[in-house]
């Protein structure tokens, strides 16, 4: 089974520009997930998405960042414009129904990414 | 307060070790909770879910205690494959799983 693709697996930038990475769930796979991890945290939610809809996107900084799931598959997530502090591994996930209640979610490689 | 909160370490134990990590939450409504390991530049992995009871996989033994909001991780006779960061995640909210910044074990021979 095919796991969960992630594109670009490295992206350097500078300050003010806008990145986008793709995200390819787990067929079959409802949920999809996108996460910010910062060196040294753990994994911070950005937003879920149920199918193509969206249902949590609290922390999500929605004046730079923006999400979309086109078709309720593939997934693209945007930093526009970038900041220092954006520098982060980005990661998808995604989950089946059943996953949902017993907490596994399975996780692409991540997006690292510096913004210089 | 953080939501949830982990010893950073890192524990550093010879191989053969039994090691400890604990975890409490701030949400008392928390349903569900789980330990995830992540290797180094890798992405994270479910390791166990954690049960009212108690649950053992092997040499790893979860517990959880709700009254005082803790978590528990047992890891028995240590390997050096399993020197990771063990990240201690509770599904809080309904279906949104919030992770601990995780504690990094470095087994040694």
């Known amino acids: 089974e095919a796991g969960v693709a992630q594109s670009p697996r490295y992206k350097i930038i500078e300050k003010r520009q806008s990145v986008a990475f793709w995200c390819n769930p787990i067929?079959?796979?409802?949920?999809l997930y996108w996460y910010q991890q910062i060196l040294g945290q753990g994994p911070k939610l950005l937003i879920q998405f149920q199918n193509n809809g969206v249902v949590d996107d609290s922390q999500l900084p929605k004046d730079r960042f923006s999400a979309e799931r086109l078709k309720g598959v593939d997934s693209t997530l945007k930093i526009q414009p970038a900041k220092l502090e954006d520098s982060a591994v980005y990661l998808c996930?995604?989950?089946?129904?059943?996953?949902?209640?017993?907490?596994?979610?399975?996780f692409g490689p991540g997006t690292r990414l510096t913004v210089l | 307060r953080k939501e949830v909160e982990q010893d950073p370490g890192p524990f550093n134990v010879p191989e053969g070790a039994t090691v400890a990590f604990n975890c409490t939450y701030s949400n008392s409504a928390s349903q569900s909770f789980f330990w995830y390991r992540q290797d180094c530049r890798k992405e994270p992995k479910l390791l166990m879910s954690?049960?009212?009871s108690g649950n053992e996989d092997g040499r790893f033994t979860a517990q959880l205690n709700r009254a005082s909001q803790y978590i528990s991780l047992l890891i028995r006779d240590s390997k050096l494959s399993d020197s990771a960061t063990y990240l201690c995640?509770?599904?809080?909210?309904?279906?949104?799983?919030?992770f601990g910044a995780g504690t990094i074990l470095r087994v040694k021979s």
């Open positions: 954690v049960y009212s």
């Open positions: 996930a995604s989950s089946s129904l059943a996953g949902l209640n017993s907490g596994e979610q399975f």
């Open positions: 995640v509770v599904n809080m909210y309904g279906n949104k799983l919030v």
């Open positions: 067929s079959g796979h409802a949920t």
